[in-house]
């Protein structure tokens, strides 16, 4: 498996990861991050393009699959910010306290094991009055959907290392000490229903 995860995984998900709906949304949300950011799951670097480098000062960019870093490198060397990649899975953010303005994640909640661990990292490196940018895929509204979703999610742990598509997102995001500022969810095209009900919006530190 570890030649599937560190050489084809990283092709599937840069081929099926960003069909023209998930592209119309990383452009409303990416041009929100500013000051220096932590990106929490990389993935093939398909967000890099989308940073301001006008409010945008530096990248941290978190990924533990180099394969997904061989792909990223290609995307970083077309970039307009600095980026610098960090091997480290979620739950590892090496990063000092109040050190960064945004966090973003896109389709990452889904796949790291200890999720709201990884979660309270992000709240611990994310600056007071910094915007944590969030944009997954998780438990739909619909009863039918979400049987679907729990007969399906064998097949997208297996092929997609992980992933789950029935994790609470909004749940998850202020369990872990955010404050939901703005959120839009719908079913986003080509894939199955059941794996494309969207979270996408921003939250701020609470007050805790």
Known sequence: M???KDHIYPHVVNVLGDPKPFRNVRDQILP????????????????FLLYD??????IYALEPNPGMIRLAEEQRSRARVEIE????????????????DS???????????DVREAMRGMRRVLKRGGKFIFFEHGRAPDPQVREWQRRSEPITRFLLEGCTVTRDIP??????????QQISTAYLAPFPKAWTYCFWGTAVRNSG
Not at 86 to 99: H, K, N, S, T, Y
């Open 103 to 113: 966090v973003v994640s896109t389709f990452t909640l889904c796949t790291i094991p």
């Open 32 to 47: 929100l991050a500013e000051g220096k950011v932590l990106e929490v799951g990389v993935g093939p670097g398909p967000n």
């Open 53 to 58: 480098p006008v409010k945008v000062s530096k």
């Open 171 to 180: 749940s998850l995001i202020t369990g872990a000490g955010f404050e939901i």
């Open 85 to 100: 990649f960090i091997d480290l899975p979620g739950e590892r953010i090496p990063l000092a306290d109040d050190a960064v």
């Open 2 to 4: 570890a030649f599937y």
